[in-house]
């Protein structure tokens, strides 16, 4: 079944409406674009014929205006020649040619009407159809964009990525006691640069030992001392 049922349907037609409603939108604007193109080719079928008709009963009406006018010179030679019983015959040929003429010129107006009717409508109708692929063009990507995210999102969630990150926890940690167990062999025990460091430590203490047992022994001895 189709989404329209007649032309005025689809000129009237609001797309994104449709789209909004529509369960699976890609099959839909599918599907207008389908009846769109298949209307598109009726319309444009019924126009050509009305052109091949408006040329033929332009033909018909110009030998009908030829035949006014052959009628005419008839009744006046047939008058000049005092047939006037003929004459009288010639015009009524004439009046018969003229009244078919105007009826064809009465319906060529129509057709033109109808012509001028249809190309409008072709016209909103190729618009109403670039505008439907121009939506067919966006869902599409849009589509295609929400897919590649999806993938990632799956992709990132996945088991596979989870135990992989769990792996590498598992051997950072081995990592980590195998270093625990190497700084563990250098506790309670000193380095070069500690033993030096230690040295020049005790060197110093040595010195300031030394500078204050002599400025004790130069010191003033006391007045008791000197009693």
């Not at 005419?72 to 004459?87: H, N, T, V, Y």
Request: hydrophobic share 35%; with cysteine; proline share 1%.
């Amino acid at each position: 079944m189709g989404v329209f049922s007649r032309f005025s349907d689809i000129i009237n037609s609001n797309i994104n409406n449709l789209l909004d409603k529509a369960e699976d939108p890609r099959k839909m604007v599918r599907l207008i674009i389908q009846e769109m193109e298949d209307t598109l080719v009726e319309v444009r079928s019924s126009s050509a014929k009305m052109i091949a008709d408006k040329k033929e009963l332009t033909r018909q009406s110009l030998r009908f205006e030829h035949d006014v006018e052959q009628w005419q010179a008839k009744a006046e030679l047939a008058l000049s020649k005092d047939r006037e019983d003929l004459a009288r015959g010639a015009l009524l040929e004439k009046k018969k040619c003229a009244e078919s003429a105007q009826a064809l010129a009465d319906e060529l107006t129509h057709i033109d009407e109808h012509i001028a009717k249809l190309q409008d409508e072709i016209s909103q109708l190729q618009d109403k159809l670039v505008d439907a692929k121009a939506r067919q063009k966006a869902i599409l990507l849009r589509e295609k964009s929400a897919s590649s995210r999806l993938k990632v999102k799956q992709n990132i969630n996945s088991e596979k990525i989870n135990d992989a990150l769990n792996r590498f926890d598992h051997y950072e940690r081995k990592i980590d006691d195998l270093e625990a167990q190497v700084e563990s062999y250098d506790l309670g025990s000193k380095s070069l640069a500690d033993e030096i460091a230690e040295l020049e430590a005790d060197e110093k203490v040595d010195d300031e030992l030394a500078q204050l047992k002599a400025k004790l022994q130069s010191a003033p001895k006391s007045d008791n001392s000197a009693k």
